[in-house]
Nanobody, 130 residues
Framework: QVSLVESGGGLVQAGGSLRLSCAASERTFSGHVMAWFRQAPGKEREIVAAISRTGGSTYYATSVKGRFTISRDNAKNTVYLQMNSLNPEDTAVYSC???????????????????????WGQGTQVTVSS
């Protein structure tokens, strides 16, 4: 069982930046692919970014590519989402998620985006004002 706790959300003006953090309880954090999802009011949840176990492979949704950066620190059991050039369309509840994969799993960007994520955090609100 993996416990995930997000932090770093808040209110920011358009054009501003925020950094989200997600701390995991699991000692085998490095064996999990990690991802950030978001859900805006009235919309379906969507994947924003994902990162492989070593950090060598990443996936970004088209809407955030070039503005958001996902990273991880396996020594700290933490995954981050740096969000720059925020706009009101980025307003949503952001959640981190984890998926434990087998040792030989091929972590292409497509694969990262289409994994079944087993563990979820409670979410943190990001609000971007215009």
């Amino acid at each position: 069982q993996v416990s995930l706790v997000e932090s770093g959300g808040g209110l920011v003006q358009a054009g501003g930046s925020l950094r989200l953090s997600c701390a995991a309880s699991e000692r085998t954090f490095s064996g999990h692919v990690m991802a950030w999802f978001r859900q805006a009011p009235g919309k379906e949840r969507e994947i924003v970014a994902a990162i492989s176990r070593t950090g060598g492979s990443t996936y970004y949704a088209t809407s955030v590519k070039g503005r958001f950066t996902i990273s991880r620190d396996n020594a700290k059991n933490t995954v981050y989402l740096q969000m720059n050039s925020l706009n009101p369309e980025d307003t949503a509840v952001y959640s981190c998620a984890a998926s434990r994969v087998a040792g030989g799993y091929y972590e292409s960007p497509w694969a990262l985006a289409h994994l079944n994520y087993d563990y979820w955090g409670q979410g943190t609100q990001v609000t971007v004002s215009s």
